[in-house]
């Protein structure tokens, strides 16, 4: 797989290239944020790793642009306790966040997370499913709400698709945050919550289809009556 790193410091890019090499990563880096766009949207890359702080144009920028072209994967390089930053870039399409300075470990196991889901589906998968006026077709990975085509990342279109198999149940958050991300959810790590505030605002047209469990996860409601049920 090709990782491209888009990071001003070129000492961090350095170790960072020669560790990944080392997992089995073909990398590349780029040193500003319009070399950086340039190169992703070029095509070559299997996922990018994005830091926020960039000459020439930030972080968020690249991804809000990116995002109009290509769903190609995003992991987001974010200041430790800048909870903004993470906030907005999922808000903008990333597909997962790691604060710096972080174990070069860490990032390789959230890259193979998020690359585990854009592997190809097996044919038993591409089933259409079809829930409470919202149609998801795994094949053309299109979605239509109420007979309207909704555009959706890669991200929620996955999550919309497990919370739509599992219609009537209550799926955790520890479950959604290890399918998606290989790891439990914390206190802290809001990242499923804020796909899932995402979704709701581009599906449900007045009506509620993905109920909050308080304290447990997830429901994809099947009928009304879920809404209104414990």
Not at 59 to 64: K, Q, V, Y
Not at 161 to 183: I, K, P, Q, T
Not at 224 to 230: G, K, L, M, N
Request: with cysteine; hydrophobic share 40%.
């Amino acid at each position: 797989m090709r990782i491209l790193l888009v990071d001003d410091d070129a000492e961090l890019c350095g170790l960072l290239g020669e560790f990944l090499k080392r997992e089995g990563f073909a990398v590349a880096w780029e040193h500003d944020g319009r070399s950086g766009l340039e190169k992703v949207l070029a095509g070559g890359c299997d996922l990018v790793v994005l830091d926020v702080m960039l000459p020439g144009m930030d972080g968020f920028e690249i991804l809000r642009r990116l995002r109009q072209q290509s769903k190609v994967p995003v992991i987001m390089l974010t200041a430790r306790g800048e909870d903004v930053d993470r906030i907005v870039g999922l808000e903008l399409g990333a597909d997962d966040y790691l604060p710096k300075p972080f174990n070069p470990r860490e990032l390789a196991a959230r890259i193979r997370a998020v690359l585990r889901r854009y592997e190809q589906r097996p044919q038993a998968s591409l089933a259409l499913v079809e829930v409470n006026g919202v149609k998801l077709d795994p094949g053309t990975r299109e979605v239509f709400a109420y007979g309207k085509r909704v555009e959706l990342t890669t991200f929620e279109f996955d999550i919309l698709e497990m919370l739509m198999r599992s219609a009537g149940h209550v799926l955790s958050r520890d479950r959604l945050m290890e399918n998606f991300y290989n790891r439990k959810a914390t206190p802290f790590d809001r990242s499923i919550d804020m796909h899932i505030s995402h979704l709701r605002k581009k599906i449900e047209q007045g009506a509620t289809l993905i109920k909050t469990i308080r304290g447990v996860g997830y429901q994809f409601c099947r009928t009304p009556e879920d809404v209104r049920s414990e």
